[in-house]
């Protein structure tokens, strides 16, 4: 396989049609499945700007010219995830989750206030996310049947579009905390604390829109739920390898070599939002 080239992050400026009419269970028409999809995207708007922000406050300490363009470009393509993720927080406040604007509202000063006067934890903490965006997104381009075929359309291109740029920026961060705080604890300490994080964040605003839904104690949903998650063909399900790698003192987001599914995926992303 040939090496990627990083220069090559490519900014695209997709139009997305969110506008239509998308069914409220638009996952395959499962509750479970389609809100904690929802919860993770709503968390991007606010986390990824977030991103941009840790690792930008570190620009001026990188010398190299090649990873200084590569920042540009990550800054780009999360800022177009941000703006694309935003559209479709406006569409869960529209079927009537006002909790998830407040809640965005409440990690947006967070997130502002860590990266002021925590920018190392910031940065760790965004190259480790990255590392969990990274693993997400190699998933769904090996299997894009299994993760987005169930989807609406509509829904299936922003997830794809989404995934192929997280695997084409998934080491910059990384290579940023290793120039300017390369701390193996740190690193260790940023991807425990973030995947439970992360985790806990997404289940709670999951739980919060089966309630508002008045779905929040049926037992088949949450089954179905147990199923989406761990079950033979779940999200997390044969990720485990891919997650551990993080915690090997050699670790570099490039071991894992997305360069063919990247070249295979760009023709067809474009082809459809770009
Ligand atoms: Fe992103
Ligand atoms: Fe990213």
Same mark, same amino acid.
Not at 23 to 52: C, I, K, M, Q
Not at 90 to 99: A, E, I, S
Not at 163 to 189: G, I, M, N, T, W
Not at 220 to 228: I, Q, T
């Given at each position: 396989? #040939?090496?990627?080239?990083? *220069? /090559?992050?490519?900014? !695209?400026?997709?139009?997305?049609? @969110?506008?239509?009419?998308? +069914?409220r ?25 977030f ?5 930008q ?19 780009? #393509?999360?800022?177009?995830? *941000? /703006?694309?993720?935003? !559209?479709?927080?406006?569409?869960? @406040?529209?079927?009537?989750? +006002? ?9 947006r ?13 910031s ?21 894009p049947?299994?993760w ?5 359309p ?17 080491a ?6 290793a120039q300017?705080?390369?701390?193996y ?10 995947t439970l994080?992360l985790?806990l ?11 508002k ?11 179905s ?11 997390l399900r ?15 987001p490039d ?20």
């Amino acid at each position: 396989m #040939q090496p990627i080239d990083r *220069s /090559a992050i490519v900014v !695209r400026r997709p139009s997305l049609d @969110l506008s239509g009419e998308i +069914p409220r269970y638009w996952n395959g028409g499962d509750p479970f499945a389609t809100h904690f999809l929802n919860a993770l995207s709503s968390v991007f708007p606010d986390g990824e700007a977030f991103f941009v922000r840790s690792v930008q406050r570190y620009r001026d300490r990188i010398d190299d010219p090649q990873l200084r363009e590569t920042i540009r470009s990550f800054a780009a #393509q999360e800022g177009q995830h *941000s /703006a694309q993720h935003d !559209r479709h927080v406006r569409m869960l @406040l529209d079927q009537g989750y +006002p909790g998830i604007g407040r809640r965005n509202a409440l990690i947006r000063r967070l997130t502002r206030w860590s990266v002021e006067w925590m920018p190392r934890h910031s940065l760790a903490g965004t190259a480790a996310l990255e590392h969990l965006t990274a693993l997400l997104a190699r998933k769904l381009l090996e299997s894009p049947e299994r993760w987005t075929g169930q989807m609406d359309p509509r829904m299936a291109r922003l997830w794809q579009w989404h995934a192929l740029e997280e695997a084409e920026h998934k080491a910059v961060a990384f290579d940023v905390l290793a120039q300017v705080a390369p701390s193996y604890p740190l690193r260790v300490f940023a991807l425990v604390s973030n995947t439970l994080g992360l985790f806990l964040e997404i289940l709670d605003r999951t739980v919060y829109m089966l309630w508002k839904d008045g779905i929040l104690f049926r037992r088949d949903v949450w089954a179905s739920g147990l199923r989406f998650l761990f079950g033979r063909e779940g999200l997390l399900r044969g990720a485990s390898a891919d997650y551990r790698a993080w915690y090997r003192r050699d670790f570099h987001p490039d071991d894992a070599n997305d360069a063919a599914l990247i070249a295979a995926w760009r023709p067809r992303v474009e082809a459809r939002v770009a």
